[in-house]
């Protein structure tokens, strides 16, 4: 990708990673970017840098700009490989000696990395650079989305660069919202609800700093994905409103299955839930990635896990996606169990104990069929959808 020029005087010297499909776990199919920095000025600064593997493309696309020995600063606001791993080519490209500005955290982490020296230098929260006609302003954003995190504000430009936050993974020429349209938001609820979820306290306690603070903002660089430069107002406040984690009328039915009686239970639930007006998405685990399970569990009221009893336990994707979302840590999510069992039956006890970890309100002590459920037992399922459906719209 040829770099863009943002603003006046800064360009976006990122990379697009096509063919990445799995991002730690987290399924892309439409890959994503490592977005990096370039300014222009009397102290001429790179803010992060890429995967390893595209370190040569970061600096070829900064070489078609400057030559990247002119660099003076280097801004590391996130340590996390995907935007760190291309520092030490980049350093020894530019100059081992320049200095790399990152926060407190960010120095302890970046030297836990990588074996060589790096001149590294902490920054304080609010703690102002200049670069000559611009400004750069620091802002500590610990465990947004890891302990170093940090945003870097450009004053006179007012443009926040945002690391990890405000991200999408997504790879595309468009690298802004007004030329890729509404087709971004979906997204960036992924990545919300699949990286930031359990930090939305904290989302909220930011937005509020930044309001304090009465920051303003032309544009929001992501280190992933699109740029929003025509309403970044738009993803602060879509964030506002996932960090609430206020529901919707909706429930999602996790489920898999031996030998289809625990579908057919999850099929008969739905039916009672849609009867009382509730928007229900079943998804099979192994016809829908955990990531975009996530996804739908973000905005729903219930969460409904099913699950056969295989040896004495749990279906090996149940438990997947149990210890998956517990780690994500929804909020205000009312629970219920499901399953059909051959012998012993211990599934649907095992699910509501993770529901009660998870602080999850069990409405229900749960249904388990034995074999095959019949009429009577279908019916039970659709009593038990009915029942969840009068919790969520009651
Ligand atoms: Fe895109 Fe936390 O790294």
């Known amino acids: 990708m040829k770099p ?9 010297v990122g990379v697009n990673d096509w063919n990445i499909s799995d991002f730690h776990g987290y399924s892309t199919p439409f890959g994503t970017s490592y977005n990096a920095f370039l300014i222009l000025d009397e102290k001429t600064t790179l803010i992060d840098t890429v995967k390893s593997e595209f370190s040569d493309q ?12 002119k660099i003076d600063y280097v801004i590391s606001n996130h340590t996390e490989m995907d935007h760190s791993g291309g ?4 350093m020894h490209r530019i100059g081992e000696e320049k200095q790399i500005f990152c926060s407190k955290m960010g120095v ?8 060589q020296k790096l001149n590294l230098r902490a920054v304080e929260n609010g703690e102002e650079l200049s670069l000559g006609a611009r400004t750069l302003t620091f802002l500590e954003t610990r465990m947004l989305h890891w302990p ?6 450009a004053k006179e430009d007012k443009i926040l660069f945002s690391s990890d936050a405000f991200g999408q993974h997504y790879a595309g020429f468009e690298k802004f919202d007004d030329v890729v349209g509404h087709i971004i938001m979906p997204h960036a609820k992924k990545y919300f609800a699949n990286i930031l979820l359990l930090y ?3 989302i909220l306690k930011l937005v509020e700093k930044v309001t304090e603070l009465g920051l303003e903002f032309n544009m929001i660089c992501p280190d992933h994905g699109i740029i929003w430069r025509k309403d970044p107002a738009k993803i602060i406040n879509a964030y506002v409103q996932w960090s609430k984690q206020e529901a919707e009328k909706k429930a999602v039915i996790v489920y898999d299955t031996m030998w289809h009686s625990t579908e057919k239970m999850a099929d008969a639930i739905a039916s009672g839930l849609a009867e009382q007006g509730v928007k229900v998405r079943p998804m099979h685990l192994r016809k829908f990635h955990r990531s975009d399970i996530m996804t739908e569990v973000l905005d729903a009221r219930a969460i409904i896990v099913g699950s ?6 749990l279906f090996p994707t149940i438990s997947d996606f149990l210890t998956y979302m517990k780690g994500l840590k929804p909020l205000n999510k009312i629970g219920a169990a499901f399953g059909s069992y051959g012998w012993s039956g211990e599934s649907v006890k095992l ?5 009660k970890e998870m602080k999850f309100e069990v409405i229900d002590p749960g249904l388990k069929i034995q074999y095959v459920p019949d009429n009577e037992g279908i019916e039970a399922c659709y009593q038990l959808g009915t029942k969840i459906g009068n919790a969520i719209t009651g």
């Open 87 to 90: 520092l030490p080519r980049v």
């Open 108 to 115: 302890k982490n970046l030297s836990r990395h990588f074996s």
């Open 351 to 355: 699910i509501n104990n993770v529901f």
């Open 200 to 202: 939305s306290p904290l």
């Open 148 to 153: 170093d995190s940090m945003f870097t504000y």
């Open 4 to 12: 863009i020029e943002i603003a006046q005087g800064i360009f976006d």
């Open 308 to 313: 056969p009893t295989l040896n004495n336990g």
């Open 58 to 69: 970061l600096i070829n696309n900064i070489s078609s700009i400057i030559d990247p020995k």
